[in-house]
């Protein structure tokens, strides 16, 4: 019993994409209480060591809407493509983990907390979250035992992250780092680093990075996207 499936698994279908210009072979795995995980597979992974992997949540303002303040939708097509690139790798998706684990309307109101001036782990705990990460990785070790892996290369920045899978799989940590600072996006990564512990490569005490960081907390963060509007 112990091997038992707790999921459905449907798929796979071809979804060819034009990021990367690369074909994948997308899954849907279903857990209970409706947990929804898109599985994007590129090539033969099943039973193959250190295959290239990103683990991720969704971001519907990122995803969908090309949210600045946030690299989620950059990291994902950054993640799609070098897995093109490489000819196999798996890209899990978790569906159902909008804001680290919460409903939209409590993403959504965690965002108003942060147009306030809170950072994003302050506004969580204004919207009544005492730990800025509500999500597990149950579903996430199920569908790598799923494929048979063993060892992965974890395209990452998140250090609970990558602690957790290494409790079960071999991981090297491969840097994912696919947009600069800015005045949108500072707020959310500085806050990341400096409180949750994320490996950046900029640096927390440069006076130029602590600076943007502290406007983009204030109002940077929420200002009116002007690129390409002249």
């Known amino acids: 019993m112990a091997n038992q499936k707790t999921y459905k698994k449907t798929g796979p279908m071809k979804l060819p994409s034009r990021l990367g210009k690369g074909t994948f072979d997308l899954y849907v795995y279903q857990f209970a209480l409706d947990r929804r995980y898109f599985v994007l597979q590129r090539g033969p992974v099943r039973g193959r060591s250190n295959i290239l992997t990103r683990v991720e ?55 108003m907390f942060q147009d306030q001036g809170f950072d994003s782990v ?33 395209l990452s920045n998140n250090p ?13 940590r491969i840097p994912l780092e696919s947009v600069p600072l800015d005045k949108w996006n500072a707020a959310q ?33 929420r200002s009116e996207y002007e690129e390409g509007m002249e």
């Open 57 to 111: 949540s969704n971001c519907v303002w990122a995803h969908v809407f090309g949210s600045a303040r946030c690299d989620c939708a950059e990291q994902t097509h950054d993640a799609m493509r070098r897995i093109i690139k490489e000819g196999e790798g798996l890209l899990i998706h978790a569906y159902d983990q909008d804001g680290r684990g919460i409903s939209l309307q409590d993403h959504v109101r965690v965002y």
């Open 189 to 221: 990564l500085y806050a990341k680093k400096a409180k949750m512990g994320h490996i950046f490569s900029f640096d927390l005490e440069d006076e130029a990075v602590k600076n943007l960081a502290e406007y983009s907390v204030k109002e940077g963060s």
């Open 122 to 154: 302050e506004a969580d705990k204004q919207a009544g979250f005492q730990h800025y990460d509500r999500r597990d990785h149950k579903d996430i070790i199920e569908i790598m035992h799923d494929y048979s892996l063993s060892s992965i290369r974890l």
């Open 160 to 172: 609970d992250r990558i602690n957790t899978l290494s409790k079960h799989f071999e991981v090297t």
